[in-house]
């Protein structure tokens, strides 16, 4: 019979978002949620990039995408520009203060990449995000 406490993708997606809260809990002493912190260093990645794009590379829907966006403009963290050909494509790049501030907070990522790796062998971690990428190709093939 199927048991899922058992089942890895319960597991594996339990574990994710409990590693999602820490971090997001982390983040608010700072003043910024997860999401937040996820838009704004791929940003800084990837320097400007069209709404669609962040919210494809975030894996977030284009609804939810807007309000993170007007939430960190609000902030003053980024701004919008549309594209001089096709009015309805909207780049989003972080200002000044966005950039000072991904970059005050990278650290916490790096942080909380070391917290949830502790006491777990390279070697092992290799397999785990092997297995992960095959989990992700097997829901996408489905």
């Known amino acids: 019979m199927f048991d899922l406490d058992t089942c890895l993708c319960f597991t594996t997606n339990k574990a994710a978002k409990k590693i999602a809260e820490a971090f997001n809990e982390r983040l608010l002493k700072f003043g910024v949620t997860r999401v937040q912190w996820t838009a704004m260093y791929y940003l ?35 701004s919008r520009s549309r594209d001089a050909k096709d009015k309805r494509v909207v780049y989003i790049e972080l200002t000044e203060k966005g950039k000072d501030k991904i970059t005050e907070l990278l650290p916490e990522g790096e942080r ?25 190709e097997n829901a996408e093939n489905n």
């Open 44 to 78: 800084l990645k990837y320097n400007r990039m069209s709404q669609r794009e962040l919210s494809e590379k975030m894996d977030i829907k284009e609804s939810s995408m807007v309000r993170l966006i007007d939430r960190l403009e609000k902030d003053n963290y980024v």
């Open 112 to 136: 909380m990449s070391r917290i949830a790796r502790a006491g777990i062998e390279d070697k092992d971690l290799e397999v785990f995000e092997r297995v992960l990428r095959k989990f992700i």
